[in-house]
């Protein structure tokens, strides 16, 4: 082990790129002296700006990156000691979570825990605190981490790479608030290629920063040792968590939660052994987180419900920060760890019961048998005792001296105070009873309202003051007979009774705003006590009786009374003392003290001095005469007063001045020459001063008096006591899953219509259907719902979608709790299937807080014409009713061939029939449609998960309402095929209209161009009337119709022969006319021959 933990020594490289750029640099620093110029080493134009424009692009850029990184600054509400920071580690299963955690453990706590269950709270340094959780490969269970971890340990295998619940974990953590993520490698020892083992490392280091940020921080862990990673790795991963910077996020810090470390069930169990299946009643443990918590504040128990605190309170912290030394590392008491469900913690006290732990951090080592034998001893006689402790230290007797009489403990520790209440008649005399009265009501605070009202104790005193009250009354009988104006006696007495008697019918407001006001206390209140036999007993001093006393007396619920020992004597010189610097006869000052000032006005008498010195210069406004003092006397008095005091006034008006100029520098002087503060600055400085302020306001206060004023801050370990939990959390409780309390503001507890932005996830590989089930985890709260889908037209029309468009947003309206507006959320189809595609449906935010919602969707009206009239038709078939049709007056029509319409008014029959009136004259085979909008309701259906309360081996299978498709699958049902519903191609026919018609008065006023030109010919058809022949009429057109027949027959024949004789005509011609040319040819021929030869003949 020695020689794994000693360092290798660094080799330099000797050659390479990087070898060659120092040798170059050593060689110019070696050539540093010699004559070279500074402008022949450096050329002034090589680093020149070359392009104006780029440059400025270059800036722009680097401006605009410097813009990104910038956050607006928030104001710091974490207290002087913050809870301990959540560091949740996360992965699939097999990728060494549990082995990270023991091996973080290890080197922060020097421990070793036999079993991780549940949160392990340990110190990781001198001023920080660190609660380690395991997440399960539960998407309920990452949910829920992700909402409360400040650090993720992302754990990859690299030999498999990234796995879905990987993305899963990061998605989930975009929509809840980024908390600070850092990737850890695992499994790095299967590669034995180290080339491979390179390019794995890479891959998955630029995988990571796409996800994350670009150089996000990634630990490689290569092996195991012992069961444990390597020792250096593990610490430099430790050192990271223990100086990495928590950016508060915005719902963390809006609202209080609690991750419970111990859980305990108080439950009375006469009620669990009659009834098993009871609600319990449960105390909660664990450090506050987030804002203040508040008496009876709403809480969400996430896989469980919402409650209502009964009763908390905060206990001693159980892993406390170390004490503030100078010091460079922890000792090893200080290295404490908390661990109740994985059973390290010590001994345990709190409300209900003491806790023994018989293991611990340090359980494994071996110990001798006689200590063993004394712990045994121990603990068995604790666990075989039937009585508690209380009751054991009441039965105790005590026996001072051998003559008296042993006292119990009871007795000398009787903290209950018992008191008689009597109730008087307004008639009776009291004056005996008076000083008993107002011993009474002295004693009593503004918060023993609940005493005042309890009944007498014992039955002996009831009679005993019976029989004084029947005494009294005989004697105000016979006073009464002797003198009949004795009502007017005591009159204060029966004033105070009539108050006293208003007052218990009357609620205390001040304990209905504040509480019990026992737990205000001094921080002096538990100084009067002496501790006597190492704290068995206490005797309280007279000094906080005589305070207890004058404070129920000036401060109690009637103070008009008030006693006569506790008046001042003015009289006194030593009180008048006390009070004389309050008046003008003190001393104020060092320089001003008022018995100096009258002494020496003391010192010459009024009759010494003249009326000038006393009075100076005045004018008579009656006569208008004008008198002078002495001024030169005045004048030097006053210059030997003042030479004393003009040095400090001097002084201190010196002072005064540079602080003023200090001031107005720091307000209006530039800093740094004439650069400015910049916004983000000045809002900085801002901030930083209001959480100064709010430190500094309850700085001073215990814990028992802010707790009143801000309720309980973050880093108490609270005690949470919770009534009505189901049982079901209690039997089948698993420490695995984290149990988180998160608290609910005003008005998230309500109810009503969500609307919200949502996109479907583009690695969900289905789409999502209106009014099909969805889980969504918003805010504290994980629950199914049925969400409809929509989309806003230009006119703000919200239009219902039957499905979730593709990469786009849409708008959701579902019934569910309402949550802040830009509050993130993550929507999943099921809890409980394990898949091995992407399960993260949907996400979005949170956009209308209003509790309505209306939604509408397209529906058509049809109707057929029953009468047409020109332009005006009667439509049936569209409305059932008169009154029906009386609301769509007005609204617009239309016909399949595209003439538009209006409702002008129904008819009387057919029922639901009306008139409306078209554009242009409509056809019996048109159909008519309306076009209106529905409202849609949204369902109102909102089922918390129930998680947790599932037994231990079904926790991973909660189902809520199933979709319609999963019901037919199951069900062996195929979906209804409806005809009508397919989409086929349109055919439509071709619309034959009506040539336009003009008459000719109007075309005798139109323009020439507007003129028809072309004009089909007008026929004249007349319809005649069918005539009836008789037999001889018949037979005559028969005759004449074969007649016809026969001259059709004869003029045909003509035809035929007349075209044979043309054509036996132009046959004829034909050769007739090519005889003609033949001899039209010879006789050219024989010209032509006999001209040759006559030229020939005279050219010879």
């Known amino acids: 082990m020695d020689k794994e933990d000693k360092h290798k020594s660094h080799q330099k490289r000797q050659s390479g790129r990087k ?171 299967v590669f034995k290629n180290p080339k491979s083992l390179r390019k794995t490392k890479k891959i998955l280091k630029h995988r990571f920063w796409t996800e994350i940020y670009s150089g996000a921080k990634l630990f490689y862990l290569s092996g195991l040792i012992g069961g444990h990673y390597l020792k250096n790795e593990i610490h430099n991963l430790c050192r990271f968590i223990s100086v990495i910077k928590f950016r508060p996020l915005q719902w ?108 611990g951090s340090h359980s494994h080592k071996d110990k001798t048998d006689e200590h063993k034998e004394h712990d045994d001893e121990m603990v068995s006689s604790i666990i075989s005792s039937k009585q508690t402790i209380d009751e054991k230290m009441a039965s105790t007797q005590l026996q001072l001296f051998s003559n008296t009489v042993p006292s119990l403990a009871s007795n000398v520790f009787s903290n209950e105070r018992f008191r008689r209440k009597v109730t008087f008649n307004t008639e009776l005399n009291l004056d005996e009873y008076e000083d008993e009265a107002n011993d009474d009501y002295s004693d009593e605070d503004n918060e023993s309202e609940n005493e005042q009202q309890m009944d007498l104790q014992n039955e002996d005193s009831e009679d005993d003051i019976n029989e004084e009250i029947s005494d009294s009354d005989e004697v105000i009988e016979d006073e009464d007979e002797l003198n009949v104006s004795k009502w007017k006696n005591d009159l204060s007495s029966k004033a105070a009774n009539a108050f006293y008697s208003r007052l218990e019918r009357t609620e205390n ?26 704290g068995l007993f206490k005797v309280i001093e007279k000094k906080h009786e005589e305070m207890h006393k004058m404070k129920a007396t000036l401060n109690s619920i009637e103070c008009t009374k008030f006693p006569k020992e506790l008046l001042i004597n003015w009289n006194s010189d030593r009180v008048f003392d006390t009070i004389k610097d309050c008046f003008v006869t003190g001393k104020w000052a060092d320089n001003e003290d008022a018995a100096k000032l009258l002494a020496i006005d003391t010192d010459q008498t009024i009759e010494e001095k003249s009326d000038d010195e006393v009075f100076g210069d005045f004018e008579d406004l009656e006569t208008g005469e004008k008198f002078f003092g002495n001024v030169e006397e005045n004048n030097e008095k006053d210059k030997n007063d003042g030479n004393n005091d003009s040095d400090n006034e001097m002084q201190k008006l010196m002072e005064k001045k540079r602080k003023t ?41 215990n814990d028992e008096q802010r707790i009143q004023f801000e309720g309980f801050r973050a880093g108490m370990y609270l005690r949470l006591e919770i009534d009505n939990i189901p049982h079901q959390l209690i039997d089948n409780f698993d420490p695995n899953h984290p149990l988180i309390v998160g608290g609910l503001l005003s008005g998230e507890t309500n109810i009503g219509y969500v609307r919200v932005r949502i996109k479907k996830h583009r690695w969900y590989d289905k789409i999502l259907k209106s009014r099909d089930p969805l889980i969504m985890s918003m805010g504290w709260r994980r629950f199914q719902t049925q969400p409809l889908y929509s989309t806003q037209d230009d006119n ?95 609204a617009s029509l239309r016909t399949v061939s595209g003439i538009r319409g209006q409702i002008k008014k129904a008819i009387r029959a057919p029922p639901g029939a009306f008139r409306a009136t078209f554009e242009d004259k409509i056809l019996m085979s048109d159909i008519v449609f309306l076009k209106t909008w529905y409202t849609v309701t949204v369902p109102k259906f909102y089922a918390i998960v129930t998680s947790l309360l599932l037994p231990l081996n079904e926790k991973l299978k909660w189902q809520g309402m199933k979709t319609v498709g999963q019901l037919r699958y199951e069900s062996g049902i195929q979906a209804p095929n409806n005809r009508d519903s397919h989409y086929t191609p349109i055919e439509r026919k071709k ?45 005559t057109h028969n005759l004449m119709k074969m007649i016809r027949a026969a001259h059709r027959q004869k003029m045909m024949k003509e035809k035929q022969a007349m075209a044979q004789r043309v054509a036996k005509h132009k046959k004829e011609m034909n050769k007739i006319q090519k005889g003609r040319e033949n001899k039209q040819k010879e006789t050219k021929k024989r010209i032509f021959s006999k001209l040759s030869k006559k030229k020939t003949k005279e050219n010879n």
């Open 19 to 189: 070898a060659d750029k120092k040798k170059l640099n050593a060689n110019n620093a070696n050539n540093s002296d010699t004559n070279v110029t500074n402008s022949q080493k450096k050329n002034s134009k090589a680093f020149a700006i070359k392009s104006a424009v780029k440059a400025e692009r270059q800036f722009r850029r680097k401006q605009d990156l410097t813009a990104k990184r910038e956050q607006l600054p928030t104001v710091d509400r974490t207290p002087l000691e913050p809870p301990p920071f959540v560091v949740a580690v996360v992965g699939p299963q097999k990728v060494g979570k549990s082995t990270l955690i023991s091996s973080i453990l290890k080197n922060l706590s020097r421990s070793k825990l036999s079993q991780m269950v549940g949160p392990i709270t340990c110190v990781a340094g001198k001023k920080r605190r660190l609660t380690l959780i395991e997440c399960n490969n539960d998407i309920n269970c990452m949910i829920d981490v992700a909402k409360v971890a400040d650090l993720v340990l992302l754990m990859v295998d690299a030999s498999f790479g990234f796995e879905m619940e990987t993305f899963e974990f990061l998605n989930i953590c975009q929509s809840h608030g980024f908390p600070r993520i850092m990737g850890v490698l695992t499994h790095l020892d």
């Open 252 to 359: 963390i810090t809006s609202h209080p939660y609690l991750i419970v470390d111990r859980i305990e069930d108080i439950t009375n169990q006469e009620l669990i052994r009659q009834n098993p299946k009871c609600n319990r009643k449960v105390c909660l443990f664990g450090y506050s987180r987030g804002s203040n918590f508040k008496r009876n504040n709403d809480i969400h128990i996430p896989g469980c419900g919402d409650f209502t605190i009964k009763d908390i309170s905060f206990l001693s912290d159980p892993c406390p920060l170390p004490d503030k030394e100078k010091r460079r590392s922890l000792n090893e008491k200080e290295r404490l760890i908390y661990a109740p469900m994985s059973g390290v913690g010590g001994l345990v006290y709190d409300k209900d019961a003491i806790y023994i732990d018989l293991g």
């Open 509 to 534: 407001i001040q304990k209905l705003v504040y509480g019990d006001t026992n737990d205000l206390k001094d921080d002096n209140y538990f100084n009067d006590y002496k501790e006597l036999s190492d």
């Open 661 to 701: 100029k200090e001031r107005f520098d720091l307000e209006y002087d530039e800093k740094d020459g004439n650069e400015e503060k910049s916004f983000l600055e000045v809002q900085r400085e801002k901030l930083q001063e209001q959480s100064r302020l709010n430190r500094s306001e309850f700085e001073n206060m």
């Open 796 to 890: 703000g029309r919200n239009r219902l979608l039957k499905y979730t468009p593709q990469h786009m947003h849409c708008y959701a309206s579902f019934w569910g709790p309402i949550s802040p507006q830009n509050t993130g959320f993550i929507a999943v189809q099921s809890v409980s299937d394990i898949i091995p595609n992407f399960r993260i449906a949907a996400t979005g935010v949170v956009l209308d807080i209003d509790k309505s919602s209306q939604i509408v969707k397209k529906l058509k009206l049809l109707g057929t014409a029953l009468k047409i009239y020109k332009k005006t038709a009667f439509i049936k078939g569209m409305f059932n009713t008169a009154l029906e049709v009386t609301k769509f007056e007005g």
């Open 991 to 1035: 619309f034959n209209f009506k040539p336009l018609t003009i008459s000719k008065s109007l075309q005798r006023e139109l323009p020439f161009k507007a003129k028809p030109k072309l004009l089909p010919k007008k026929q004249n058809k007349v319809k005649r009337v069918a005539v009836v022949r008789d037999r001889e009429e018949q037979q």
